[in-house]
């Protein structure tokens, strides 16, 4: 079946500019998940989503990140006046079972880079 | 705060060897470990997943053990072969909606 996919797979801005990135989850996973892969850094977890709702949104960076999922799919983070230090690859990720299932594997998409000029 | 750390950042050995990648976390308590694989310019992929109440899990030629205690996890890989080159992962899910906490990864290189 199809694993999770996410668009763009690259993206080039201007500083300043709002992007939209879209994560498509595995079907029937009910949760769903952001991190962000900086050149040099480890993966950073950003937001997490069970179901349509997002239980704890103080990983996003600023508050020029924003992130929604509707019908318990789809998922856009968006990254509003976007600055250089953005720049990174935006992974998601889905899983079947909320947190805190101790035996939930995530499943990753292939990830969104995104460069900003 | 978890902190995941895993070591060495870099390997290369040749074909064939056996070979150990270390990770270490602070907090003990979590829900499980997980070992993913990094491929340039691609997702991760999930290897291996243990949970808590675990002590390892196999699967082919790795073999991923965990002592929560002592707050460590290796990911053992039998009879290296050229295709397992890639940046290496580890991985603790911890309580609350904080998602998993990375450590930087292992940059493996199998010379053929």
């Known amino acids: 079946g199809a694993g999770v996919s996410q668009s763009p797979s690259n993206k080039v801005t201007e500083k300043g500019k709002d992007v939209e990135l879209r994560c498509d989850p595995i079907s029937g996973h009910t949760a769903l998940y952001w991190y962000r892969q900086s050149l040099g850094q480890g993966l950073e977890f950003l937001i997490y989503?069970?179901?349509?709702?997002?239980?704890?949104k103080s990983g996003l960076p600023s508050d020029r990140f924003s992130a929604e999922r509707t019908g318990g799919s789809v998922s856009t983070l968006t990254i509003q006046r976007t600055q250089q230090e953005d720049s990174a690859v935006y992974l998601c990720?889905?899983?079947?079972?909320?947190?805190?299932?101790?035996?939930?594997?995530?499943?990753f998409g292939p990830g969104t880079r995104l460069l900003v000029l | 705060k978890q902190e995941v750390t895993q070591i060495p950042a870099a390997l290369s050995v040749p074909e064939g060897e056996n070979l150990v990648l270390n990770c270490s976390f602070t907090?003990?308590?979590?829900?499980?470990l997980q070992w993913f694989r990094q491929d340039p310019g691609k997702g991760l992929t999930s290897l291996l997943l243990i949970q808590s109440s675990q002590r390892e899990q196999t699967s082919g030629r790795l073999n991923a053990s965990l002592d929560k205690s002592s707050g460590r996890s290796t990911l053992y890989i039998a009879a290296s072969q050229p295709g397992d080159s890639a940046t290496y992962l580890c991985?603790?899910?911890?309580?609350?909606?904080?998602?998993?906490?990375f450590g930087k990864g292992t940059h493996l290189i199998i010379q053929p």
């Open positions: 991985a603790c899910e911890g309580g609350g909606a904080d998602g998993l906490t």
């Open positions: 990720a889905s899983s079947f079972n909320p947190l805190g299932t101790s035996e939930e594997t995530q499943y």
């Open positions: 907090d003990s308590a979590i829900y499980n």
């Open positions: 989503f069970q179901g349509n709702s997002a239980p704890d």
